[in-house]
């Protein structure tokens, strides 16, 4: 997980190297080293304008190693749009194309009041599949829930974003090798255990036989007396 | 150290061997039922020879079943189930005297049968290719001892005898001709037409010997798989164009080109429905009159004479036709469905003369729920006694029933066949008695004390009431109800009188009404503990959803029975047959009544549905609404008194489009001009290019989770990751093959997690070399499915569970929009030593009861498995943690054992789904399959914890508690007596 990354010299510096090894290993897939340009709309009535908000550059996919550079400034502007979709239940809208320049996105929201009352600080997840298709994306704030706070304007200032990146995993296969190598020490186990109990029947059993053999040797020797005093 | 293991495990094994499912051999049939069905009839013979004339039916289905009915009482004498794909597809089951034979996949296998115990008595193979039906026919009327069978890609005739090929002949333009006709004609050669759809048709002349005499090829580009063809007389072959609404005649014989008879010249005015009759036999080719069947209930008899059609007999409102030979005279029986009363009548006609014959009219009571006959197969006799004529009547009904006449004027018993093919399923609840109604609707409201006052006494009059009619009824003595035809009653009319009464609640509520929607657009309503049909309705135009080839009809609970005094109610939605629009239909589960206000052949929305779904909301009569989104985005809720606008905007719709494989959400808002709207709000796009969507998995709303976590060996709680909205999205594809290696495609599937508000994707997990049949189990926190490795070949289940880790983000309720962090994803795989086909699990009242999956195995077994085989957390080293827990260790095998199958020795064939319902026991799960079998049980999954044992000594116990109360009374006494002499001491 990828902490949260100002907006920075350094940090577009970052970008842009990323970007050159994009353009390097485009043919290596499948660890994904790609841009991808994220959009979002505040969503009023059902009327999405999507407009750039930064890009999303993943160096690895495996490594989950992804972070977000924003366009620009969250203007002043943005903040009235945003302060005026989460006052009217609108909703805050996010797409980045399947592929860097198609026009097919896959797309994901929160309310705009989630978005405005955690302050701009928000995490997307985009999820790849194994031969580096981006599948979906979807994005959570912290807090996620809406409680009528004020915020004031100087939290707008910057993103505080994070990125997560999910890639389709191999299911499961039942898993016979560990049960066999588990059966093959248990009967190893077993064996030696066996080896280290060759004592006689007597060497083993002693402390039941003589308690035995004595109750017996007793009652024999009480019978007769027994016997007497029936007499 | 390895014994103590070995005895843990083996302890651990006897927990999990469920011993409660084993019945004793005196409780089969005790809590369930089987019922076996054949499917749709498509070739229907009476049994003619000496030996059992009239005694057995012979029915070749829809559902590549050929199976033996008894003619006496409807049941099955036996039943041959084939392969459910093309392989076993029946193309011709040919009947005469001695001989049944079976003409399977366009020819590949030809069998004969034994009759009586339907033991193979010879098969053969020939060189066919499955997808185009095979026509096959005796070589004569009479006493044949060989047959021809036409496939693919030859003609052949086969003795009937041993199967031997007598000879076979290649035909001309056998690549191109996908569907054979087959005449024989009174010269005993044989004339074939093969139809090119489109393009033309090519006729030959074979004879005996298997040379083709002659060929002539006609261009008919109108000619297509579904133009209803017919030779007649062996020398004409008749076609009925329904673009053109005209008949086509063509002389096999040097015809050069079709002679067309518009079929407003013969003074018929063409429907839908327009087509040329095929008999109920399914097997033509000696045939010298034309049925055609102008309407669904308008039937012609035509011939032709010097090329041109005749009409021999026409039958306005008679909707099914036979022409039957007795003692070298030809009848034409018809069925006539009464407009006024249910009822149909029968008439034979002399076919040359045209004369009535009174002998063979009769009338018969047939219910409107089995829609117009369709077909008919009559057997024709001469009684010895008095030389008068007789016959037994198979009647084919639009609703696929079979129903078959013994003795004029009454059926002897009819078959649903419907049932075969069960579409939709619930149970509902039966209402509760008089008595406890009232005492519901009393303690239920929240009047003054002067109105419940006086209902006390009201409700217990009625209980005085209600008492004294019993009393007098008893001692008279049961009295039946004075009979009165309706429709209802003709159902009812060989039911016993003591099952009428009892349609309430039993006092654990095990006892429900099983609702079941069928493909012919027939619904029922079965009483669960016998599967007697208490209720049918045929709707005409209900057909199910078609899109990609599945076959879909919904059907919603809009009202439980709990909210007494408003009656329970089920909507069905499918499609119109005619308009194409949703047809909706609501119905009272309980007597099956419909609702006040619905047509009684359903409603037409005036729009085609996309998606549909049952609401939280309810009306001020508790009436659950539908929401449903037609074609154009828009959205609309059934019925419309139903408000949700106090749910919105948090109303979430998604549509899966197969063609692009992207999931769309939409959220509804409401519009103040517009009405209700769809916003799209999110998409996820799942790669069309590699692979395509085949199941969305919902869970169910129904179920309840009583544990919010688990408690393991060290009492900590591992939370479950309990989102209500996700669902479990299924695709499948298969990887092209790669040059480099030399492997050839590899099919894989992937599952994926989607919240159905945000879109967002929890989870995502891929099986490469793997295909399915996918079966899908999506329940509390986790997901069961089952598939085919193809590396492994073998069948295996794989589990995945989510956790939401040692600490509870929100514990008070679930909220997608502010969802909990990323979900520990458990998996685990095991081996499945057997083949499957459905799987489900049980649902108790509250969610309590431990979780069983019930899986249909192949062979015909019904498994009933604990979850706990398939919990991710078995650990493969147990330590001692996991064993305090009670964690089964890992196994890679799933054990099927016998104990565990509940069906006991009743194979299940062909099952489609298995429907699992909670009952009033908490401890209960009741469980139905459905397919071409129809099995209802019960099962426990944790044992009955909440029932007292059958054998449990109330004697015993309640004499020790006598004992006890009596001694600690005696010792009180004793005791102060004691005290007191020791006080004055």
């Known amino acids: 997980m990828a902490a949260p990354i100002k907006y920075t010299a350094v940090g577009l510096f970052l970008a842009i190297i990323a970007d050159l090894s994009g353009l390097v290993h485009l043919d290596d897939e499948f660890e994904g080293s790609r841009t991808l340009t994220l959009e979002h709309s505040f969503t009023i009535d059902g009327n999405a304008i999507f407009s750039k908000r930064g890009t999303v550059v993943i160096r690895s996919l495996k490594g989950n190693k992804a972070h977000f550079t924003p366009a620009s400034d969250f203007t002043r502007e943005d903040i009235n749009l945003l302060k005026k979709a989460s006052s009217q239940k609108g909703l805050y809208q996010l797409r980045v194309p399947v592929k860097e320049g198609s026009q097919q996105y896959v797309s994901t929201f929160i309310p705009a009041c989630a978005l405005y009352e955690s302050s701009l600080n928000d995490q997307l997840t985009i999820n790849f599949d194994q031969s580096g298709e981006v599948l979906g994306l979807s994005v959570v704030t912290t807090p996620g829930i809406c409680v009528g706070l004020n915020v004031p304007a100087s939290n707008f200032s910057d993103w505080k974003t994070t990125v997560e990146v999910m890639q389709t995993v191999s299911g499961p296969v039942p898993d016979t090798q560990t049960y066999i190598d588990k059966m093959n020490r248990d009967k190893v186990e077993k064996e030696k255990g066996g080896q280290n109990d060759n004592r006689s029947f007597f060497g083993k059993y002693w402390m039941y036989i003589v308690p035995v053999v004595i109750l017996m040797m007793i009652a024999t020797s009480q019978d007769p007396n027994a016997g007497g005093g029936g007499r | 150290m390895s014994a103590q293991w070995k005895e843990i495990m083996l302890v651990i094994n006897f927990l999990f061997i469920p011993t409660v499912w084993c019945l004793y051999e005196d409780q089969m049939g005790l809590f369930d039922w089987k019922q076996d069905f054949v499917g749709k009839v498509e070739y229907l013979h009476w049994d003619q020879s000496p030996a059992a004339m009239g005694k057995r039916l012979f029915v070749g289905t829809e559902k590549n079943v050929v199976a033996s009915i008894n003619a006496y009482n409807g049941s099955l004498a036996w039943r041959r189930v084939f392969e459910e794909s093309v392989r076993g597809r029946v193309d011709r089951l040919l009947y005469q005297t001695n001989i049944l034979i079976s003409v399977l996949a366009g020819g590949r296998f030809v069998r004969s049968w034994q009759m009586g115990t339907s033991l193979l008595l010879w098969e053969t193979s020939l060189l066919a290719d499955d997808s185009i039906r095979a026509s096959a026919v005796f070589t004569s009327r009479e006493k044949a001892d060989s047959f021809l069978v036409v496939t693919a890609h030859a003609l052949y005739n086969i003795k009937t005898n041993d199967g031997k090929k007598i000879w076979e002949t290649n035909l001309p333009k056998s690549d191109t001709a996908n569907r054979w006709f087959i005449g024989v004609n009174e010269d005993d050669t044989y004339a074939l037409v093969g139809v090119t759809p489109e393009t033309d048709v090519v006729m030959a002349t074979v004879n005996q010997e298997g040379t083709v005499i002659s060929q002539n090829s006609v261009p008919a580009p109108w000619i297509n798989d579904d133009t209803s063809c017919q030779i007649v007389k062996g020398s004409y072959f008749v076609c009925y164009v329904p673009s053109k609404q005209a008949l086509q005649v063509l002389r096999l014989s040097g015809g050069k080109n079709f002679i067309s008879t518009s079929l407003r010249d013969l003074g018929f005015e063409a429907t839908s429905e327009t087509s040329i009759e095929i008999p109920s036999t399914g097997v033509t080719g000696f045939e010298t009159e034309i049925i055609l069947r102008v309407s669904r209930n308008h039937m012609s008899v035509l011939t032709i004479e010097g090329n041109s059609l005749k009409i021999v007999k026409n039958m306005p409102q008679v909707s099914a036709v036979q022409i039957v030979e007795n003692e070298d005279t030809s009848y034409i029986i018809t069925l006539q469905k009464s407009l006024k009363e249910p009822s149909v009548s029968i008439t034979g006609y002399e076919l040359k003369s045209g004369q009535e014959s009174a002998e063979l009219s009769q009338k018969i009571p047939f219910a409107n729920s089995h829609g117009l006959p369709l077909k008919v197969n009559v057997m024709m006799f001469t009684r010895r006694r008095d030389s008068k004529i007789g016959c037994k009547v198979a009647i084919l009904s639009e609703d696929d029933a079979l129903q078959v006449i013994q003795k004029p004027g009454r059926v002897s018993w009819r078959r649903e066949e419907a049932l075969a093919d069960i579409l939709a399923i619930e149970m509902v609840d039966l209402p509760v008695s008089e008595n406890q109604a009232k005492f519901e609707d009393e303690f239920g409201s929240h009047d003054d004390v002067f109105v419940m006052f006086i209902k006390r006494l009201k409700a217990q009059l009625s209980q005085l009431q209600s008492f004294v009619i019993k009393m007098v009824e008893r001692l008279q003595g049961l009295r039946h109800p004075a009979p009165t035809l309706s429709d209802e009653d003709i159902d009812q009319e060989e039911e016993e009188v003591e099952e009428e009464e009892d349609l309430i609640r039993d006092e654990f509520n095990l006892h429900k009404v099983i609702v079941a929607v069928t493909k012919a657009g027939k619904i029922f309503g079965i009483r669960s503990q016998t599967g007697k049909i208490v209720w049918q309705h045929y709707l005409p135009d209900l057909s199910p959803f078609d899109k990609y080839n599945r076959q879909t009809m919904l059907l919603f609970v809009q009202r439980t029975t709990a909210h007494f005094p408003n009656p329970p109610q089920c909507a069905i939605l ?157 695709a499948e594809g298969e990887e092209p093959p790669s040059p480099g290696t030399h492997k050839g495609p590899s099919k894989f599937f992937s599952i994926y997690l989607v919240d159905g508000v945000t879109g967002h994707i929890v989870f995502h997990v891929n099986h490469k070399r793997c295909h399915g049949p996918i079966n899908t189990v999506h329940s509390e926190n986790w997901v069961v499915y089952s598939y085919f490795s193809e590396k492994h070949r073998r069948h295996e289940i794989a589990v995945l569970e989510m956790f939401e880790g040692k600490e509870q983000s929100n514990s008070t309720a679930f909220s997608s929009l502010s969802p909990p962090p990323q979900p520990l994803v458990l998996r685990q795989s095991y081996i499945f030593s057997s083949p499957l086909s459905a799987m489900a699990t049980t649902v108790t009242e509250k969610g309590l009861t431990n979780k069983n999956i019930i899986i249909s195995l192949k062979f015909g077994g019904l498994l009933s498995l604990p979850k706990a085989l398939l919990d991710p957390r078995r650990p493969a080293m147990p330590s001692q943690e996991s064993m305090e827990e009670g964690v089964i260790p890992y196994i890679p095998e799933i054990p099927i054992h016998t104990e565990a199958i509940i069906n006991y020795n009743r194979t299940l064939s062909r099952v489609d789904g298995i429907y699992t319902g909670p009952a009033g026991l908490e401890s209960t799960s009741l469980i139905l399959t459905y397919g071409l079998d129809m099995f209802y049980t019960r099962v426990m999954p944790s044992k009955m914890f909440d029932v007292l044992k059958e054998d449990f000594d109330y004697v015993l116990i309640g004499s020790i508690l006598f004992i006890m109360i009596l001694v600690s009374i005696l010792t009180q006494k004793l005791a102060a007596k004691r005290a007191l002499s020791r006080a004055w001491k």
């Open chain 2, 574 to 730: 499918g499609k119109n047959k005619r308009t194409g629009n949703a047809l909706i239909f609501t119905i009272n589960p309980a007597l099956g009544v419909t609702i006040a206000g619905t047509p009684p052949n359903g409603l037409d929305l005036g729009y085609k549905v996309v998606q549909a779904s049952l609401l939280n909301e309810v009306d001020e009569h508790f009436l659950k609404g539908i929401i449903l989104m037609d074609t154009q985005g828009k959205i609309h809720v059934y019925p419309e008194s139903v408000q949700i606008s106090s749910s919105l905007p948090s109303l979430y719709l998604h549509l899966t489009d197969l063609d692009t494989n992207i999931i769309t959400g939409y959220r509804i808002v409401n519009t103040n001009d517009k009405g209700l709207k769809a916003d799209e709000v999110w998409n996820i796009n799942l790669q069309k290019s590699q692979q395509t969507i085949t199941q969305v998995v919902c869970k169910r709303a129904i179920e309840h989770v009583h544990s919010q976590g688990r408690v393991l060996g060290d009492r900590s709680v591992l939370y479950k990751y309990l989102n209500p909205n996700l669902m479990a999205v299924v």
